[in-house]
């Protein structure tokens, strides 16, 4: 599949600013800093659609992009930034949970990990959420440009480890930097959008 097309449509603070045509979801989530925006810019071969490194933690909006004009990318709130307060890790935790809630059009959700760190507490919160919601979910590992073949094989390991995940899971790379991983990806997008 190949991105033509891709624009910005609303940062929702409540579920009634969704939109309401009923196009298939992908939603993008992970620890702030992971490398989400640049994920979603590199996917969609734009430099800015989506903002890089703000400050991170402080958006709490979903946004969603027309991709295509066929469906979403839609752009959860990075979680896990050490300097928010606690109330503010409350109201993201809301703001995930009830885009989470009922989305039938959501047809996967990726979840981004840093491919140099083992997944935090907060990661497998997240993992579990979209289990328990009965999305499906695949396991993203970012910034592989940073790793040595060995060291990545031996982190996606780890990473496989921590979520538990079955043989039949798979987990896909990626590199913003160096532009890696991107045809897998928007494979695996396209295979759920056309079931
Ligand atoms: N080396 C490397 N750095 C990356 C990659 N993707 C993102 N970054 C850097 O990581 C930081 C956070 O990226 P960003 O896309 O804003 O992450 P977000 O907070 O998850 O949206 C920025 O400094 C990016 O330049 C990548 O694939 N490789
Ligand atoms: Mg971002």
Redesign the pocket.
Known sequence: MEIKQSEFVISAVVPNQYPQDNRVEIAFV?????????????LVNRRKL?????T?GKTRLVNFFLINNEFYFV?LP?YGYAKVSKSEKESWGKVIERYLTGREQLKKVML?VDCRHKPTEDDIIMYKWIKHYNYDAIIVA?????LKKAELRKNLKVIRETFELSDDEEILT?????K?GKEELLDAIEQCINN
């Open positions: 992970g620890r702030s800093n992971v490398g989400k925006s640049s994920l979603i810019n590199t989506v903002k890089v490194s703000g991170p752009d990075g981004l970012t910034k592989i440009d940073k990626f590199s913003s930097l160096k890696l």
